[in-house]
């Protein structure tokens, strides 16, 4: 019995509508496993070279060392002939959520945050700025 992938990929009538780039994203996690597919992702197929996004040089080293057997899985799953070579690229590491390492201060009710403009002019320019703005 044939997975429905490599059926979906050889009738040539489906191709336009199914695109062949999505088969083989969708196969990717099948030919290398679930450990792999969770440092890298496959992201697209240009004509026949598949994308392919890693953690960081190590995992793309590794995963151009089992490009073979990466390639025969993919083989495997969605046909030949769709797949000929594999473009390991390394993704620019993620930037988390940043803290303030200090709270600013709060504004006072009865103070004016242009008294701590020490220019007098530059003061007088501030707060027709400031009230020009508000109104």
Do not use: H
Request: hydrophobic fraction near 45%; aromatic fraction near 4%.
């Amino acid at each position: 019995m044939q997975r429905a992938s490599r059926v979906i990929a050889s009738l040539d009538d489906l191709r336009p509508t199914c695109d062949a780039g999505a088969i083989v994203c969708a196969a990717w996690e099948r030919a290398v496993g679930k450990k792999v597919a969770l440092r890298s992702r496959a992201v697209k197929l240009v004509r026949d070279t598949l994308v392919v996004e890693v953690e960081d040089w190590l995992w793309q080293r590794n995963l151009n060392g089992l490009s073979k057997t990466i390639m025969k899985n993919l083989e495997a799953a969605v046909g030949p002939g769709i797949v000929a070579e594999l473009d390991l690229r390394i993704l620019p590491p993620r930037r988390g959520p940043i803290r303030a390492s200090a709270s600013l201060p709060a504004f006072e009710l009865t103070g004016d945050e242009a008294d701590e403009i020490a220019d007098p002019g530059l003061r007088r320019i501030y707060r027709r700025k400031r009230d020009k703005e508000i109104a």
